[in-house]
């Protein structure tokens, strides 16, 4: 293993994950600098979200380091990963439909409490979390749906919620899992408009298939298939090179 450099703000080395014998990430390595806007792309099955599950902390990998700013968090488990600043969206939404938008934010913003929450404590009495919930529905423009139960929203407006809970716990580290899938056009706008607001203190990196609107919020791009990284580097050059093509695109 290498040493640990804080130079990076995700930094991962020969990971390695199977299944009943498939490998479904193979020696995956990658570096990430604070700041940066990395585009995981990859046909389907390449590993892209068990590449995601990893690093949040979702499943152990067999073999191979996780590190997080310097510090190896491959055994913590996910709410310490939260706590060193990563944050996720996943590819299905996972909201509660029956709560509203407000306390479905203020929920995700509990895990980060440093003192032990209390089960039987008035969840409206965490004033200052309520608040925080609300300037970030605000952020992304729905805060006149706050007191809405989350079953009310289209299906666009879920993921904007989503990517609130997120956003609200102020990530240095934020995996996007396929945050425009499912969207209109109109949609997909208003989303992208809103990761490419995300404050460079914060280092993106997003699974995506729409590869016309992802390249345009991406600096770097790191191509999967197979579980392998295929190509690895500035947008331009992965998109140009004859493995994306052979690989991604078709050609």
Not at 2 to 24: M, Y
Not at 96 to 114: I, Q, R, S, Y
Request: glycine share 8%; net charge neutral.
């Amino acid at each position: 293993m290498t040493a640990p450099s804080p130079d990076f703000a995700l930094e991962i080395v020969g990971l390695n994950k199977a299944f009943g014998g498939l490998k479904v990430t193979q020696g995956v390595s990658l570096s990430i600098r604070p700041g940066e806007r990395r585009l995981i792309i990859g046909p389907n099955g390449a590993g892209k979200t068990t590449l995601f599950n990893q690093i949040s902390g979702d499943m152990r990998p067999n073999a191979g380091q996780i590190k997080l700013f310097g510090e190896d968090v491959t055994t913590l488990a996910p709410h310490q990963r939260a706590h060193r600043g990563l944050s996720r969206t996943y590819q299905i939404i996972t909201l509660f439909a029956g709560d509203t938008l407000e306390h479905n934010v203020t929920l995700g913003l509990l895990g980060l409490l440093p003192s032990r929450w209390q089960m039987w404590r008035p969840l409206s009495s965490y004033r200052h979390l309520a608040e925080e919930a609300r300037r970030t529905l605000d952020s992304v423009g729905l805060l006149h749906l706050a007191a809405h139960p989350v079953s009310d929203l289209a299906y666009g407006e879920k993921r904007r919620v989503e990517l609130a809970m997120a956003l609200s716990q102020k990530p240095r580290v934020l995996l996007l899992d396929e945050p425009l899938a499912g969207l209109s056009n109109a949609e997909r706008a208003t989303v992208k408009a809103l990761i490419a607001s995300i404050s460079k203190q914060t280092t993106v990196v997003m699974i995506e298939h729409d590869m016309d609107t992802a390249l345009d919020l991406a600096e770097t791009v790191t191509l999967l298939n197979y579980g392998k990284v295929i190509v690895d580097g500035q947008r331009d050059q992965v998109i140009v090179d004859e493995r994306t093509r052979e690989v991604y695109l078709g050609a």
